[in-house]
């Protein structure tokens, strides 16, 4: 009886555990790259750079996509999702130049 209520106790634990140590969605690059968007659409990008403007908007919505599947995951790795915000953050900045 002692014993199934440890092995119990131990599985109660290992599962806490797992669910409480899954990765966070990374808020603060996508937060980053939303801004740097935001700063070449008031630079101007939609209207001088349009198409360039348009390929940065697809971009951040296709890494979004990934992390949403990411979220709907047991155990979540957002690595290649934080690389892909920053090269977008990138990406704003450089479509930020071209439109000033």
């Known amino acids: 009886m002692k014993n199934k209520f440890l092995k119990g106790l131990a599985i109660f634990g290992l599962t806490a555990v797992l669910f409480t140590s899954c990765s966070k969605a990374p808020q603060a690059e996508i937060d980053a790259a939303n801004l740097a968007i935001e700063e070449a659409n008031i630079a101007g990008a939609d209207l001088y750079t349009h198409d360039t403007f348009v390929s940065l908007q697809d971009s951040m919505k296709a890494v979004m996509v990934t992390i949403?599947?990411?979220?709907?995951?047991?155990?979540?790795?957002?690595?290649?999702?934080?690389?892909?915000?920053?090269?977008?953050?990138?990406?704003?900045?450089?479509?930020?130049?071209?439109?000033?």
């Open 68 to 100: 949403e599947a990411q979220e709907s995951k047991l155990i979540k790795n957002y690595s290649s999702a934080k690389e892909s915000l920053a090269s977008v953050t990138e990406f704003a900045k450089n479509v930020r130049i071209q439109a000033e």
